[in-house]
């Protein structure tokens, strides 16, 4: 499978600031890779599709322009969380489609974000 | 979207064969089924996928019956180290539109 890399592993930020988490498709070129949210003891909130080359697609509900998706590359996309509060605190996971034919998908490590 | 229901939580034993049950009454002809493993503040790991009948890899076995309204995930011979949340999904391949929406899973204890 896929092998996807997320930096920071972790971040700690003061409220108002903006946060950059990386995801890295190490070997393997992702045209669509996916980001979602978990907060303490809750499953998996789907937030972005993005697609390489063109904007992300949100999911209803998360606000895109609190939450800046770049794919600039078939091995890179970012998620920005701008003007950072402390309810944005979560764990940030991205992953990408290994088989579009079946939606197999392999996941990041996650980033665990904690704003102050 | 099929919507799955799973056990909220179970128990085992090292050493015991656990099974998982997942329901998804309203699977649709496209849809595959796909079972994912999350270990405390990781990402999800995939574990099997199928379609129809049985599958199996090295780490475990999917069981779908004829109606496809259901699977079950079964992990031989369970260690301490499988203690984790366990996620059913069903969804659409990707290039169909589909895309993955957890449900709430089954946390797995095993015990020694």
């Known amino acids: 499978g896929a092998v996807v890399s997320q930096h920071p592993s972790w971040v700690i930020c003061k409220s108002g600031t903006s946060v950059k988490i990386e995801c890295r498709s190490l070997?393997?070129?992702?045209?669509?890779m996916f980001w979602y949210r978990q907060f303490p003891k809750q499953s998996l909130m789907l937030m972005a599709t993005?697609?390489?080359?063109?904007?992300?697609?949100?999911e209803q509900g998360v606000e895109k322009d609190k939450f800046l998706i770049n794919h600039a590359s078939l091995t890179l996309s970012t998620l920005t969380v701008t003007s950072a509060h402390p309810e944005d605190s979560s764990f940030y996971i991205c992953?990408?489609?290994?088989?579009?034919?079946?939606?197999?998908?392999?996941f990041g490590p996650g980033t665990r974000l904690t704003v102050l | 979207l099929a919507k799955t229901t799973q056990p909220i939580s179970m128990d085992s034993y090292e050493g015991q064969e656990v099974n998982i049950t997942c329901s998804h009454n309203?699977?649709?002809?496209?849809?595959?089924i796909t079972w994912y493993q999350q270990f405390p503040s990781q990402g999800p790991r995939f574990i099997i996928q199928?379609?129809?009948t049985k599958v199996t890899n090295e780490v475990a076995s999917l069981f779908i019956p004829a109606d496809r309204k259901s699977s079950t995930l079964s992990l031989p011979r369970v260690s301490l180290s499988d203690t984790a949340v366990y996620y059913c999904?069903?969804?659409?391949?990707?290039?169909?539109?589909?895309?993955?929406?957890f449900g709430q899973g089954t946390e797995l204890s095993v015990k020694p």
């Open positions: 309203n699977i649709a002809t496209n849809d595959y």
């Open positions: 999904l069903v969804g659409a391949p990707y290039n169909q539109g589909g895309k993955l929406i």
């Open positions: 993005s697609n390489e080359g063109s904007k992300a697609t949100y």
């Open positions: 070997d393997f070129q992702a045209t669509t």
């Open positions: 992953s990408v489609t290994w088989d579009t034919y079946t939606d197999t998908q392999y």
């Open positions: 199928g379609y129809k």
